[in-house]
């Protein structure tokens, strides 16, 4: 078939089975870069896409022609003493791993010039977290996100204007078209964002479980082979661990409630298990692939080390200044971050122990009460959200509540209560013991 002439012939090509060429793909990412292809033909490709899937030659050219589709940083005459490295996760529930792993890494010698994105569906999204802080700049210029790095070891903002701005559209486009679980969009989503970003090496978190968009460990597995795939292609080395998702990673779930976990766990007030397990495996994984450490034995060590010293907090603490934010959130997050007014414990039907949790539909709750959006640019309320959210085998009853919502009404927080009590079954037990938060590894180490 010759090149089509136009998008609408490229999109019914690809609707109809048929494989682009590089050009054809290149010709539609600029497309969506200069306004010529419009909202409803990038919904349409995407659905297509969805439908019709991309070979992995599709995908790493739809994933370069992103990534060059703006500027992509180059740190080498930035006088960098350790390694730019960076960790992506797919989406997940009460997921703050980003807000600390990122000082982390850069307080054991590395630099993470850290590209997030907005919330996904029912998905958290790390910049309207970091939004959530007074004066965060989200998207700095690129003079203030580089000096940040720099000075901080570690910036996380969004895409500026002139990082892959293909993927800033099709991502909000994705995100109202029911076209976020797509394999080949998420890997090019993911990769051109870091490919931009100029990385030394990248180590994926794909979540699996009711609060993935990934279901199972099989679709998670095809999804994290084909990021690590791609990103060969493009030789950037990348290494994926499968977590689980089958319940809320730490115990808030809403932006502001989110930041406040982080700073516990940053400061050592409270580290919950299942987090600081994945936190941990992600950055030996980063220290590994920037070659300060030979393997996880000898990673553990100064991870650990930075986090009970107070070294990762106070990168943490710095980056916030550096970028706009108050110098004493860590020491006094509640003069800074919003407090909804209505907090609601949902109490169980019954005494017993959380039977298992759907993490899904606590995400969706939390959407619903205005922490996430529903079309693109639709405000996010940072207060909202669901706080101390149990998890299975927990005991539940009377006086240790499912959740407490935090919600701006009263009746916004009754409706969330009633999708809380689906979410969260309680029975008499005991419940199975939840599975491993780290339950595979895909790379080039194997």
Not at 97 to 113: D, E, K, R
Not at 133 to 153: H, N
Not at 374 to 387: I, K, M, Y
Not at 405 to 421: K, N, Y
């Amino acid at each position: 078939m010759a090149g089509p002439a136009t998008p609408s012939e490229l999109i019914r090509h690809k609707r109809d089975g048929g494989v682009l060429t590089p050009d054809e793909i290149g010709a539609l990412v600029g497309g969506i870069v200069d306004g010529s292809v419009s909202d409803a033909q990038v919904g349409a490709f995407a659905m297509a896409v969805y439908f019709r899937g991309m070979t992995w030659e599709e995908c790493a050219a739809l994933t370069r022609s992103m990534a060059r589709s703006g500027l992509v940083l180059d740190w080498s005459r930035a006088g960098l003493d350790g390694p730019v490295l960076d960790k992506h996760s797919t989406g997940g529930v009460g997921d703050t791993v980003s807000l600390m792993l990122a000082p982390l890494v850069a307080a054991c010698g590395a630099f993470v010039p850290m590209i997030s994105g907005r919330a996904l569906g029912h998905t958290g999204g790390t910049l309207d977290k970091l939004a959530s802080i007074p004066g965060y700049d989200v998207a700095p210029d690129l003079a203030r996100f580089r000096r940040t790095v720099k000075e901080a070891g570690c910036a996380i903002v969004g895409q500026t204007m002139e990082l892959a701005p293909a993927d800033r559209r099709l991502y909000a486009i994705r995100d109202v078209t029911a076209t976020v679980d797509s394999v080949p969009l998420i890997t090019a989503s993911i990769l051109s964002k870091k490919l931009a970003a100029g990385l030394d090496a990248l180590v994926m978190d794909v979540k699996v479980g009711t609060g993935a968009f990934a279901g199972s460990v099989e679709s998670a597995q095809a999804l994290a082979e084909s990021l690590v795939t791609v990103a060969a292609d493009a030789g950037l080395r990348t290494v994926a661990l499968l977590t689980d998702m089958n319940q809320a990673l730490g115990h808030n779930v809403g932006n502001a409630l989110e930041i406040r976990e982080a700073v516990d766990f940053l400061t050592g007030h409270r580290r919950e298990i299942r987090l600081h397990a994945v936190t941990a495996a992600l950055a030996r994984e980063m220290l590994m692939l920037g070659g300060l450490a030979r393997d996880h034995a000898e990673a553990s060590a100064p991870v650990e080390r930075a986090l009970e010293s107070g070294a990762a907090a106070e990168r943490f603490a710095r980056m916030v200044v550096a970028l706009g934010g108050p110098g004493d959130l860590l020491e006094h997050p509640d003069r800074h971050l919003e407090l909804a007014p209505v907090r609601f414990p949902v109490v169980p039907d019954r005494d017993g122990v959380v039977l298992r949790v759907d993490a899904r539909r606590l995400g969706l709750a939390v959407v619903a009460l205005g922490g996430g959006r529903r079309r693109a640019g639709e405000t996010v309320d940072s207060a909202v959200g669901l706080a101390d959210v149990q998890g299975p085998g927990d005991p539940v009853g009377a006086d240790r509540p499912l959740a407490v919502v935090h919600a701006r009404s009263m009746a916004d927080a009754v409706e969330a209560a009633a999708v809380v009590r689906l979410a969260v079954p309680v029975g008499d037990g005991p419940a199975g013991p939840p599975g491993p938060p780290v339950l595979r590894r895909i790379g080039p180490m194997e």
